[in-house]
């Protein structure tokens, strides 16, 4: 028993008196350990303490700086300059389209408040089709601060957008994934398509 606990969960952690039955201290370490076992394999326990929510008005400075964060860390040296001569421009777009209901956004807070990743989703104008145009949603802006990566933040903000979409009755969900982000959207369901791109701007 002592070899049980040293390497898997501590048994003095759960209560014996929320089990479903009263058996033998063998029998209860043994229903714990299934339990345990099926909380570590969900990923659950990593984001005890973090709630994923719907992002407020209020939150667009923290989405701002994730962005800037983003583009600081992942970004090519194009991007960085791109971000760098337009991130003014960012705040009033994200907030003129947020208040016209095509920009929306999910973070991950913590129980004390604090901010510890996010991302959005962009609906954004497509091609035109008879006399209206579609809207495709668009998945961006995602990070998660560093002392909270590794936790299933991104992931679950990720499964929040799909969940979204779906009950919006949107068939895709389109982004530009980083190398970083790759393997995060991959596990998700995202499959990589052959869109290549020309940049326009001067170097």
Not at 64 to 69: L, S
């Amino acid at each position: 028993m002592a070899r049980l606990q040293h390497q898997s969960f501590n048994l003095h952690r759960f209560p014996f008196a929320s089990l479903p039955f009263q058996g033998s201290i063998v029998e209860q370490s043994i229903v714990l350990q299934a339990l345990w076992n099926r909380m570590t394999r969900s990923n659950d326990h990593r984001m005890v303490g973090v709630r994923i929510r719907r992002a407020r008005v209020s939150d667009l400075p923290v989405l701002v700086r994730h962005r800037h964060e983003m583009w600081m860390e992942a970004g090519t040296k194009a991007q960085k300059q791109r971000w760098d001569r337009d991130k003014g421009k960012y705040a009033p777009w994200a907030r003129s389209q947020f208040r016209a209901g095509r920009f929306l956004g999910w973070v991950a807070e913590t129980d004390n408040g604090v901010l510890a990743g996010s991302g959005c989703l962009w609906l954004r104008l497509g091609h035109r089709v008879a006399k209206s145009r579609t809207v495709q949603p668009y998945l961006l802006s995602m990070y998660t601060e560093k002392g909270f990566r590794g936790r299933g933040i991104a992931s679950a903000i990720v499964e929040s957008a799909i969940k979204w979409s779906k009950k919006k009755n949107f068939r895709t969900i389109f982004l530009h994934a980083t190398t970083q982000g790759r393997r995060v959207y991959a596990k998700c369901g995202f499959k990589r398509t052959g869109e290549m791109r020309l940049d326009l701007t001067p170097r």
